[in-house]
């Protein structure tokens, strides 16, 4: 078999498997190139999913006749400057242009600002037109025609039209969201216009056009640095979450990324305080020196390898934690705004069979059902209470242990009843909030349980005949070297040999354990995330069971003084506006919302 150098369109071909594997992989890179060439203002065309037809027009530095010529060219760039290791714009490798001529109809129209008319190239599945002048705007117009028509084969492996548009919207919004000083504009005959106008430096702004206005008040604002890397952006509240990964945005060096290092802190940062199967919400930007991430990994450029991942990792995780023990407590605007929508006129939600319902009966109702609710006796605890009244009569001041406590005072204000012995209705300075009872305490026994078990070495059982676990030998390196930070969890190890490991305790906590399996697994998450985080999870799980089952009960009835122990008890915890499941532990509707409600305002 002879070896011979193969056609450039072919060596073209072959790397268009890789850069562009769908219409939204070729809307990234052309929107890139537009950003690199300092555009401000970009607009996209699409028909057809971007099959038919992708356009990316911007107002961008522009090329010459000279530049056009090069563009196409295989490893032709402007953005390197001999090293890899100083990599500053989105754009590097030199591939993007000719991979999608080579498999496309590609043409590009450029005029630079001071020159008095553009250029046109066209390439058409690799072959390459002569370059001819044409008026054009100070900029660059490329238009790409028939994606894949020089390679069929690819175009049976894409999804419909609509699941490609969409996938190019999403890569546009990532874009928007890491250059929130552009204006971008995505329109086209198979999707209705998205106009996302420049915010400047207000990031917050151009995440709300992509994620929502909700997402403004339910975001807590991070800026944290450990040696010389710095993370900024906003994360949502835990109780502002949805039902996957999709509303999570990581940019590096102002480079949007997918890289799993990074979904996982967040997803560790948000343990314990979101329900399964729902995702955080969070746009995250992460800026370090260039030498020390590499962009190179991947042609697509979305993954990314720094050189101290555990760096890294425990940055994000720290300060999306200290962001929640600082303001995770609020309530989401969420639980509000579905209050709003079931209490809005015409909203009539009725239970099955409605005319044979009966309070007595129900299979939902609370214990003793006849003890609570709004009946004399029940209400008689709140007479404490100051009650407004028309009548005038001389002032008296009240004994100093009846005085209700101001609602002004206190962010959660003041307990003024308790509906169906479970819920707490409480006046604050410009509203009112409703409390879950069980869910609040439950949190507020899991944070006691957790604040005692990090104060001290948790405690163990010893086992009567050490067990050996064999395992490779760079494992049980790796494990040796956390032997302490798992000693002070109750697990005690050490080396038996290069090839095992030696377990002589496990945390108490756990009862009986697989004490093999626990410490496989340990060495798994520390061979690839440099952590032993998974003990910790494992008895964060069983102290949140242990709060789960210690906790105030539904259906207890509370007096007055309980109630407002409990809300103060919320106010001094951080992370209480969920509990341990994830699920809000209280809802806030404001004046302004109730009046609305009302047609007051």
Known sequence: MVIKQLPETLINQIAAGEVIERPASAAKELVENAIDAGATRIEIATAGGGKSLLRVTDNGSGMDAGDLELAVRRHCTSKLDGSLEDIRSLGFRGEALPSIGSVAKLSITS????????????????????????????????EVRDLFFATPARLKFLKTEKAEAAAITETVKRLA???????????????????????????????????????????????AQRED???????????????????????????????????????????????????????????????????????????VRFRDPGLVRGLIVGAIREAL??????????????????????FRPEPRNAANWD????????????????????????????????????????????????????????????????????????????????????????????EALRGQR????????????????????RLAAHSEELDRLGLAIERFGPGAIAVRETPAMLGEVDAAALVRQ?????????????????LDHVAATMACHGSVRSGRVLRVEEMNALL????????????????????ELKLSDIERLFGRS
């Open 177 to 223: 969201i890491a250059f929130p000083k552009v204006r971008f504009t995505l329109s086209g005959s198979d999707r209705s216009t998205l106009e996302l106008p420049a915010t400047g430096d207000d990031h917050l702004a151009r995440i709300a056009q992509v994620l929502g206005v909700e997402f403004r008040a339910n975001a807590i604002e991070l800026d």
């Open 359 to 450: 309070a007595d009966s129900s299979p939902t109702r609370p214990a003793s059902y006849s003890s609570f609710g709004f009946s004399a006796p029940s209400q008689a605890r709140f007479d404490v209470l100051s009650v407004p009244a028309a009548r005038s009569e001389p002032l008296t001041a009240p004994a100093p242990e009846a005085r209700e406590q101001p609602a002004a005072a206190h962010p959660l204000g003041a307990a003024r009843a308790q509906v169906h012995a479970n819920y707490i209705v409480a006046q604050t300075e410009d509203g009112l909030v409703i409390v879950d009872q069980h869910a609040a305490h439950e949190r507020l026994v899991f944070e006691r349980l957790r």
């Open 458 to 477: 948790l405690p163990s059982q010893g086992l009567l005949i050490p067990e050996i676990v064999d395992l490779p030998e760079e494992d049980c390196d």
């Open 568 to 587: 103060r008890q919320m106010e001094a915890t951080p992370g209480s506006g969920q509990c341990n499941h994830g699920r809000p532990t209280y809802v």
């Open 229 to 303: 890397v710095q993370l900024t952006g906003f994360a949502g509240l835990p109780t502002f979450n949805r039902g996957n990964s999709a509303h999570q945005y990581a940019f590096v060096n102002g480079r949007p990324v997918q890289d799993k290092l990074i979904l996982s802190a967040i997803r560790g940062a948000y343990a314990e305080t979101i329900p399964q199967g729902r995702y955080p919400v969070a746009a995250l930007a992460i800026t370090l020196d260039p030498a020390f991430v590499d962009v190179n990994v991947h042609p697509a450029k979305s993954d």
């Open 522 to 538: 340990l060495a798994d998450e520390v061979a690839e995330w440099d952590t032993a985080n998974g003990l910790a999870a494992k």
């Open 325 to 346: 023990h600082r303001e995770g407590d609020r309530a989401s605007t969420t639980g509000a705004e579905g209050m709003l929508r079931a209490f809005r006129p015409g």
């Open 111 to 142: 005029r630079r600002g001071d020159m008095g008319e553009g250029a046109e190239i066209s390439v058409v599945g690799g072959r390459v037109s002569p370059i001819r002048p044409t008026g054009a705007n100070p900029g660059t117009v490329v």
